[in-house]
């Protein structure tokens, strides 16, 4: 079966560095997405990519945030300068048009900033 | 309350107990999806209930959907130890520009006691 994979499951770095998180998202699917989740907390959007351009983004998603999908299979989401407050687990998800069907995570990059 | 809101927050019970966890949330939906995530790993896809549907099984699991009341039900029949994780529903509604949003709620952590 299809599945969204994600790469590094665990990256380590030192505040104010750059990190990319790299996904395989499903080779069929359209919509691509990223959320994250603080430990213990809830999974939050940050942003949603169709057709080579970010369709929607939360408040989190600031200047630091960026998304690309380079090749037509990796989608990566950069944060520029990493602030403590980015540790969290990021997900990625994809999907296939229309508004019933599912979007198929990933199992996560979990980001220790330190 | 927040979109995707659950409850109970916590919930423990005996091996083969039923466990019941309630969604509420605010908007129009497309779909509502129930996630379930064992600590500190991935996010697994355990059932989607369209708009249109009222009620939806799968193996062990039984989701309910009132578009009324805005609420949706995950029942999970004969609970076995394993089934102890944190339990998400997420809200598929169409967000700003047309795009979609998926909107987890803060979960509902069970535990199935042996």
């Known amino acids: 079966e299809p599945e969204v994979t994600q790469t590094p499951s665990h990256q380590v770095t030192q505040m104010g560095q750059e990190v990319i998180l790299r996904c395989v998202p499903i080779?069929?699917?359209?919509?691509f997405y990223w959320y994250r989740q603080i430990l213990g907390q809830k999974v939050e959007f940050l942003v949603s990519?169709?057709?080579?351009?970010?369709?929607?983004k939360s408040e989190i998603f600031d200047d630091q945030f960026s998304v690309e999908r380079p090749d037509g299979s990796n989608f990566t989401l950069k944060i520029r300068s990493t602030k403590l407050e980015d540790s969290a687990m990021y997900f990625c998800?994809?999907?296939?048009?229309?508004?019933?069907?599912?979007?198929?995570f990933g199992p996560g990059t979990r980001l220790t900033v330190l | 309350s927040q979109q995707g809101e659950e409850d109970p927050q916590a919930l423990s019970i005996q091996e083969g107990e039923n466990a019941t966890m309630n969604c509420s949330y605010k908007?129009?939906?497309?779909?509502l999806q129930w996630y379930r995530q064992n600590s500190g790993r991935g996010l697994v896809h355990l059932i989607l209930?369209?708009?249109?549907?009222r009620e939806k099984h799968s193996g062990r699991l039984r989701v309910t959907l009132d578009t009324s009341k805005k609420s949706s039900s995950l029942l999970i029949t004969a609970s076995r130890a394993a089934d102890t994780a944190s339990y998400f529903c997420?809200?598929?509604?169409?967000?700003?520009?047309?795009?979609?949003?998926?909107?987890f709620g803060i979960g509902t952590k069970l535990q199935v006691i042996p």
């Open positions: 998800a994809s999907k296939e048009r229309g508004f019933f069907n599912e979007q198929f």
């Open positions: 080779s069929n699917h359209l919509y």
């Open positions: 990519f169709y057709n080579n351009e970010i369709s929607e």
């Open positions: 908007t129009s939906i497309n779909n």
């Open positions: 209930i369209r708009s249109n549907e």
């Open positions: 997420a809200t598929d509604a169409v967000a700003r520009g047309g795009y979609q949003k998926v909107t």
